[in-house]
């Protein structure tokens, strides 16, 4: 969310600093982006607003609250949160700008944190954490079997289980990781935040279990996690969190707290103030060609941008009203993800993934 996973490398983290401070610290919190959509359908998770290249987040931390409700027309207020820390950063980037991102060909998309970078895949049935970079230490993790950290698609009531595990060396020894994620879609309502309202939120409740296993010692972290996404923005609104870590059976330092997005970062994203606009692209993967579905009112631009953030195609389309279907030919585009963007001319805009294939 940030996401369920968090990759924390915690016992070379320990091992690390016990060696001059014989005292164990919190491993660092990575948190990663969720992502909510609006699609023919709203409320629903698909892979319409995965973040693109060039996305850039910022999150105020602030102590922790209490926001419960579940179920339709709720309302959250966090109106009273206060920052207390430096602000949370995000970058989203090609993985090949990235420090070791040879070492993730599978990789679409790179999360780009202080010192951590945290590689995606995007497919059909959801979004896939499959590894990360510590520039701290430096640490470089592999799942070999990857988180599946949202299905697509999800809608209110959905819940799902993944398992994940992989591992990484340092200082010469080998440590495995592994975890188990539940998420929930389990409210719809209102979040008030310092700012202001936002409406038409989705609420995920997640919990999350993660073991480190290396050197003689044993990790274990446990964690609950509260989200709100807004349909058409590509991050999370906010988050609450709680998290409590043992040692070889010991218990270790804890954390509770609240994120939340900055309000210009929200103001930057399409679909809060404007009417969002619902779409779909099928078939996806494609080959040849693909037909972009959407509902407008107002005369809008198709636009089909690569990985790059280079446009490769763009086009007007005059008032079509209602549902309408366009036609993408695909035989000229090299393999890879691409972004359609259909924005009218009042600024309401759509995105959606489109994956080409050979």
């Not at 070379?12 to 359908?41: C, E, N, V, W």
């Not at 105020?60 to 339709?72: A, E, H, P, W």
């Not at 979040?191 to 409740?205: A, K, S």
């Not at 078939?283 to 009112?297: I, W």
Request: aromatic share 10%; proline share 5%; glycine share 12%.
């Amino acid at each position: 969310m940030a996401g369920p996973v968090m990759f924390r490398n915690g016992l070379a983290d320990y091992l690390s600093l016990h060696t001059y401070t014989k005292a164990m610290r919190l491993p660092s919190l990575i948190l990663l982006p969720a992502f909510a959509t609006i699609g023919i359908q709203a409320q629903v998770l698909d892979a319409s607003n995965v973040p693109v290249v060039g996305d850039e987040w910022t999150y105020v931390n602030c102590g922790t609250l209490s926001l419960d409700g579940t179920g339709t027309d709720q309302t959250w207020d966090a109106s009273t949160a206060t920052s207390n820390g430096p602000l949370q950063g995000v970058q989203c980037m090609d993985p090949e700008n990235t420090t070791v991102g040879a070492e993730f060909p599978e990789a679409e998309l790179a999360l780009v944190y202080p010192g951590t970078t945290v590689y995606l895949r995007v497919e059909d049935d959801g979004m896939y954490v499959v590894g990360s970079y510590n520039g701290s230490f430096p640490i470089t993790s592999f799942y070999t079997d990857p988180l599946k950290q949202f299905v697509f698609p999800a809608e209110l009531g959905d819940s799902w289980t993944d398992a994940y595990e992989g591992g990484y060396t340092f200082d010469g020894d080998a440590f495995d990781q592994n975890g188990q994620i539940t998420a929930t879609l389990s409210g719809v309502g209102d979040l008030i935040l310092p700012w202001g309202t936002v409406e038409n939120v989705l609420r995920m409740d997640i919990a999350e279990t993660y073991t480190e296993e290396g050197s003689g010692n044993t990790f274990v972290m446990d964690r609950t996690i509260t989200e709100f996404y807004r349909p058409g923005v590509r991050t999370y609104l906010a988050r609450l969190y709680s998290t409590t870590t043992e040692l070889n059976g010991t218990p270790g330092a804890s954390g509770q707290g609240f994120l939340y997005v900055e309000e210009d970062v929200f103001a930057g994203m399409a679909g809060h103030t404007k009417q969002a606009i619902g779409m779909d692209v099928l078939p996806n993967p494609a080959t040849t060609q693909a037909t972009v579905l959407f509902v407008a009112k107002d005369p809008v631009q198709l636009t089909l941008v690569d990985a790059s953030g280079r446009v490769v195609h763009q086009r007007n389309i005059p008032g079509p009203g209602g549902l309408c279907t366009e036609t993408l030919d695909l035989e000229n585009l090299n393999a890879g993800v691409y972004t359609v963007r259909v924005m009218d001319s009042k600024g309401g805009s759509g995105t959606s993934r489109l994956v080409v294939t050979e």
